[in-house]
Each structure stands twice: as C-alpha cells, then as structure tokens.
C-alpha cells in the first residue's frame, strides 16, 4: 500500500514499545488536505498527486480558481505535487461520473476530497518525510564542515577555527569549486528515508524518529519505496 499526504511538524516527545524500550515520536498535524490534482503521463508527461494544506484567511486568485475547480471551499495554504516515480503497480488512476481519482490499495481517494492518514498509513509501514531543514544563517568551516581547526599553540591566536590552506601556488593557480568554505548553512530541501510510523488517525500521524525543520514546517509524507 502507498501513500502521500501534507501536514506540518507540532511537536516531538517521547513513547515506549512494548518491549519498554524509550523510543523519539514527532507528531505531525495533517488536517486539512485534499487532493486537488492528478498529472498522468499521457497528459503532463509525467505521474504526481498535486495536494492542498493549511487553511488561511486570503488566498490569491490563482489558487482560489484551482480549488474551486476541484470543487474545494477551504482556503488551502500550501500546494504540493508528489511525484509517482519509483511507484509503479502500487497506484491506479480511476475516472466515475467525471470525476477523477486514485486508487491506494484499497482506499480510494477522488481530487476534492480530503486525504486522512488512517486511511493511508498503517502502524509499523515505513515512510520517507521531506521537509527544510532550519536555516542556521553564515556559518565558519568549523560547525559547516565538522572542521577540526587550527593548533591552539605555537603562537596561533587568531587560526583555532580557520580553514587553513584552501589550493596550491601556481597550479592551478585559483581554488577548486566545491571547496568547502565558510558560507550559508541549512535552510535546505531535507528528506529522512524510512521512518516507522508509529500512530496513525484522521487528523495527525505519529513517527519515530526527529523531522527536519522547526515547528510548523510543511512536510511531505510518503511511503517509503
């Protein structure tokens, strides 16, 4: 069974198995998401589920039309497309009464509806999450890198979190792109492989394990490949 819904990070704490082994949960609020679209490759030229979250006052007129058109009163936030890729044989495009849909395994989900976890998910699947990592602003080799900096005797003052030597003399005569160097850290697209799930129901999942970014960062949740 495979499947795809949007929420955001709310809070992490703490569970026990039932072997009494202490083990990390984020909890992840899902409510609401709809489907909005569906890309097929003889259309698009390629195969996604375009979801909807987040409920907001204004919205701009562009994505209004986009939700009326899939016949979506709530004021959806943020859309997203998942893209199908690597899913082969476990999805099934449908069409009734000219509306369009998806078939997950046994549940079945039409664009305007809303997609709930505990219908999507089961206790003890593994999924991969996707999300942006905090953005830690410019930082120095040291905590960008992991270097271990400059000898902190023989008269170096002012090298403990340098970088040292970054190319050669003459040849090349310039440095290597690449090189790592002080420079923006974080604020990446991020993706965790193979997380449990741990709980599952209409309105939030529970996984194992910590998710990139702060509270209230949009993910994508999906079943792992």
């Known amino acids: 069974m495979s499947g795809f ?28 998401c709809y489907l909005i679209g569906i890309k097929t490759k ?12 987040g409920s907001v006052k204004n919205i701009k007129k562009p994505t209004a039309g986009e ?7 709530a004021p959806l936030h943020f859309l997203s497309e998942i893209r199908l890729d690597g899913y082969e044989g476990q999805f099934e495009f449908i069409e009734e009464n000219g ?12 664009t305007g509806q809303e997609m709930k976890p505990s219908q999507l998910f089961q206790k003890g699947e593994l999924v991969d999450v ?3 990592s905090k953005g830690k602003g410019f930082q120095g080799v040291v905590k960008r890198h992991g270097f271990a900096g400059g000898p902190k005797t023989h008269g170096q003052s002012d090298r403990w979190r340098a970088p040292g030597s970054i190319g050669q003399s003459a ?34 999942i ?8 702060g509270k209230k960062g949009l993910l994508e949740v999906r079943t792992s490949r």
């Not at 939700?67 to 009163?73: D, S, V």
């Open 5 to 32: 819904i949007l929420g955001e990070k709310t809070d992490q704490s703490q569970r026990f198995t039932e072997d009494g082994d202490r083990i990390p949960v984020t909890f992840v609020r899902t409510n609401p």
């Open 42 to 53: 003889d259309k698009d030229g390629y195969q996604a589920l375009k979801l909807g979250f």
């Open 67 to 73: 939700l009326k058109k899939a016949g979506i009163e």
């Open 206 to 213: 529970v996984l194992k394990g910590t998710l990139p970014g």
């Open 171 to 204: 040849t090349p005569g310039r440095v290597y792109k690449g090189k790592k160097m002080a420079g923006r850290m974080g604020s990446a697209t991020v993706t965790v492989r193979k997380l449990q799930v741990v709980e599952t129901a209409d309105d939030h």
């Open 130 to 132: 996707t999300g942006t």
């Open 99 to 110: 509306k369009r849909g998806v078939k997950l395994g046994e549940t079945t989900v039409y």
